[in-house]
């Protein structure tokens, strides 16, 4: 496997990955999109914390893929419950220590 290290940008911090060279668009064309919904989210809903933004592009692109089918398919209908439920929880917790 041909892993090389990159530095990705979201929200505003610097993420050092090791991906493989097969993986790298499609992880750069990931932080775009993030970056992108971010923006929009701001633009939509002014001075929230980047961490509900963040919360925000979770659950929306959870929701795309479930809509597309991908969630059942790739975790399963269960697995996918509990990751979602995990998700929740996680942003629950972020939200309470603010």
Known sequence: MNE???NVTIANRVYP????VEEKPRILKAVEIINERITEFEMSYGA???QDYLAMCALQAVAEG???GVGSMVYGEDNLDQRID?????????????
């Not at 990955?17 to 493989?20: E, P, Q, R, S």
């Not at 995990?86 to 603010?98: A, M, Q, V, W």
């Open 66 to 68: 479930i809509k597309m």
């Open 4 to 6: 090389v290290s990159i």
């Open 86 to 98: 995990s998700l929740d929880e996680l942003i629950d917790g972020i939200l309470e220590n603010k």
């Open 48 to 50: 929230k914390d980047k």
């Open 17 to 20: 990955l090791k991906v493989t």
